[in-house]
């Protein structure tokens, strides 16, 4: 194998998503290549309405976390036989919840005010949930998993001093690293319209990044929120504006 032959077209894209409610997140998995499948946690079917989505819906229980366990077997199969081209998890921050409820079902230690412990639930959840998302990632296929944006405050001034996925313990950091593709959404008030944008590359305390757009970086630093235009510009389609240096020359 040689890495000339490998291209955007040759690849599948597997993409983490990671922005406020009502950013566009789920909109970018709707526009995902079909037929495709959801695990969603958090009821945002909606999103997906007409599109060829199969999808499993998890209540907040412990059962929830078992049907999900069965499905992923189910989908690594479909995957497999060449059923789905896409795979969305949809959202992170919810199945946290659900990963929880069967965690302490697995354990009946609680806290001094009966919730988790710390050094047992929230280790089991970790552990649970990176087995299962690693399988997914592991499918042919796109992935695309979303998670919701957790703002972290100094808790004696209140300043924002960082942002990270909504996620427990320290599985902020660690899922991300699973990815080529971390994208952090964002809304743009344009002639009267909102527009949903992604951005690809580390802006601020948002962590985006893009390893498919590479050292001549294809992408745009913020584009619209649709598979079709990142994959026209992964595949050269599209070329970003490049901004004109000026420069000026003195004369003695």
Known sequence: MNAKDVTASTEYIKVMSVG??????????????????VFDFANSIISYKGLDFDYEQYELSPLGWTKFEKDVVRVIKDVKEGKYVSVIVDDLSAMTAVCMERALQLDAKRSATQGPVWNVHYSMVRNLMEGRLKQIMAMSCNIHFIAHLH??????????????????GALPIIIPGY???????????????TKWLIQTVAMGYNKARSRMSGKLRTLPDLLANDYAE??????????KEVKQTQTTTQTK
Not at 151 to 168: C, F
Not at 230 to 239: R, V
């Open 151 to 168: 703002v972290i405050q100094d808790q004696e001034t209140g300043n924002i001093i960082g942002v990270e996925p909504m996620l427990t």
């Open 230 to 239: 990142i994959m026209a510009y992964l595949t050269g389609k599209k070329k």
């Open 20 to 37: 406020e409610p009502g950013t566009g997140k789920s909109i970018l998995a709707s526009s995902f290549p079909t037929p495709g499948f």
């Open 179 to 193: 990815f080529d593709e971390v994208y952090y959404h964002t809304t743009k008030r344009e002639g009267g319209d």
